[in-house]
């Protein structure tokens, strides 16, 4: 089983819906969670970062942890063209991140 | 404020050779990672340098080599190279003791032909 499990995608949804992105994770010690984000031929860029259960929002981003389940998720409202990109759910294990093979989003207008 | 910087972009090289890159943190940050990306994947953790030294491995082998220098910029150096290592290969930066995240840099595109 693998450490962190994301849903592969691709998803692709119209301008103005809202996206739910997900992930599941094995060891009950993970105490850091990260969303990133990814365009092409570009690296990671961190969306959120938190280390609580619970929902941490920003702007039309809410990233939601739900450690008894051991699943993170990402909300994305009013998801716009330029919200096309991979999205990484990322765990910080010790002094690294242990990432999933991320979900591939296309907004279309 | 320069985040972190990469070099070179891209890169091809054949089987055999060997390769160095090259990674400057983002201002105020002490702690060097390497990452490879494989398409479609998510990107793996390689190691992580700090005060000059190698403080986590994953599971890679030794052909991977790194370095840390005084001024926290850092390398990674690979060995006889496979066609297996083409990949993006990524470095994060953080500051250690505050317990925040990794940011990471757009990445060495490595092609081994």
């Known amino acids: 089983q693998k450490e962190v499990e994301q849903d592969p995608g691709p998803l692709s949804v119209p301008e103005g819906a809202i996206v739910s992105l997900n992930c599941t994770y094995s060891n009950s010690a993970f105490q850091y969670f990260m969303w990133y984000r990814q365009y092409s031929r570009k690296g990671p860029e961190l969306l959120m970062y938190t280390y609580s259960s619970g929902n941490k929002e920003d702007g039309r981003f809410t990233a939601q942890v739900d450690k008894s389940s051991k699943y993170i998720s990402l909300f994305i409202r009013d998801s716009q063209p330029s919200d096309s990109a991979t999205y990484l759910c990322?765990?910080?294990?010790?002094?690294?991140?242990?990432f999933g093979t991320g979900t591939r989003l296309q907004v279309f207008p | 404020d320069a985040g972190v910087t990469q070099s070179p972009t891209h890169l091809i090289k054949t089987r055999g050779q060997q390769v160095t890159l090259r990674c400057s943190p983002k201002s105020g940050h002490d702690t060097v990672s390497w990452y490879q990306q494989a398409l479609g994947q998510g990107p793996q953790f390689i190691f992580q340098?700090?005060?000059?030294?190698?403080?986590q491995r994953g599971n890679f082998p030794d052909r991977f080599s790194g370095h840390q220098f005084p001024n926290y910029s850092s390398e990674l150096n690979v060995n006889a190279l496979l066609l297996g290592d083409s990949a993006l290969y990524l470095c994060?930066?953080?500051?250690?003791?505050?317990?925040?995240?990794?940011?990471f840099g757009d990445g060495t595109r490595l092609s081994i032909l």
């Open positions: 340098y700090y005060e000059e030294e190698e403080r």
């Open positions: 994060a930066s953080s500051y250690r003791n505050k317990n925040q995240p990794q940011h």
């Open positions: 990322a765990i910080e294990v010790g002094d690294k991140l242990i």
